[in-house]
């Protein structure tokens, strides 16, 4: 079972063209994330939400914007897409947003934007 | 400003080779240090969290241990599938459900 899932895994556009990504988890946890890993392999925040509830919102393009339909889905729309997007996004949830605990992690969505 | 350095950014082992990860940070108010590992083409895979300095957590052929500045993650008598990228995340003991990752090191172990 897959605990963390992400669709598609790979995503290639044209600049301008509007995308999604979908991410569920099946853990029962009440915190979901997104993050954005550039081609040095740095991971960043974008949002996180708490059961359904916009948390962080890092200074993102306001051309992202996450929605969370339910607690065990987070979907992240990006509007009028850039050469700056193409990145790896991976969507990750934990069981809080206070405890400490470990955040499981998707396989990565790569986006490329042509 | 909250800042995670992880070093070397690559580290080619022998199989057998012991040796050691970096990571030090600054951060007002560390609440976990998390360690991380992530292989090509998939998302970070979770192996410790430490909380307090002197705490060491052990896995296998890995041990992390915590001080007050930086992190350690030993890694003793590696084999080839031992070979990824080492991250290591912070979480501030504020706004604490937000991780502050490294860039990472990238380990290849050899046979």
């Known amino acids: 079972d897959t605990a963390v899932s992400q669709t598609p895994k790979y995503l290639v556009t044209q600049m301008g063209n509007d995308k999604s990504i979908k991410c569920e988890q099946n853990?029962?946890?009440?915190?979901m994330y997104w993050y954005k890993q550039d081609s040095k392999k740095f991971l960043k925040i974008m949002f996180s939400?708490?059961?359904?509830?916009?948390?962080i919102n890092e200074t993102v393009p306001n051309r992202f914007s996450p929605k969370s339909p339910d607690k065990a889905h987070l979907n992240l729309h990006i509007n009028s897409l850039e050469l700056g997007d193409s990145a790896v996004y991976f969507c990750?949830?934990?069981?809080?947003?206070?405890?400490?605990?470990?955040?499981?992690f998707g396989p990565g969505t790569r986006l490329t934007v042509l | 400003e909250d800042q995670v350095t992880q070093s070397p950014e690559a580290l080619r082992l022998q199989e057998g080779e012991s040796s050691s990860l970096n990571c030090s940070y600054t951060v007002s108010g560390l609440r976990g240090l998390f360690w991380y590992r992530q292989d090509p083409g998939k998302g970070p895979e979770f192996l410790f969290t430490l909380y307090s300095a002197g705490e060491e957590k052990e896995k296998e052929r890995l041990k992390a241990t915590l001080t007050k500045k930086e992190s350690f993650l030993h890694i003793t008598a590696p084999k080839p599938e031992d070979s990824a990228t080492y991250l290591c995340?912070?979480?501030?003991?504020?706004?604490?459900?937000?991780?502050?990752f490294g860039t990472g090191t990238r380990l290849q172990v050899f046979p």
């Open positions: 853990l029962g946890h009440d915190t």
């Open positions: 995340a912070v979480q501030r003991s504020y706004n604490t459900d937000k991780l502050i």
């Open positions: 939400y708490n059961n359904k509830e916009l948390i």
């Open positions: 990750a949830s934990s069981q809080d947003a206070e405890g400490g605990d470990e955040q499981f």
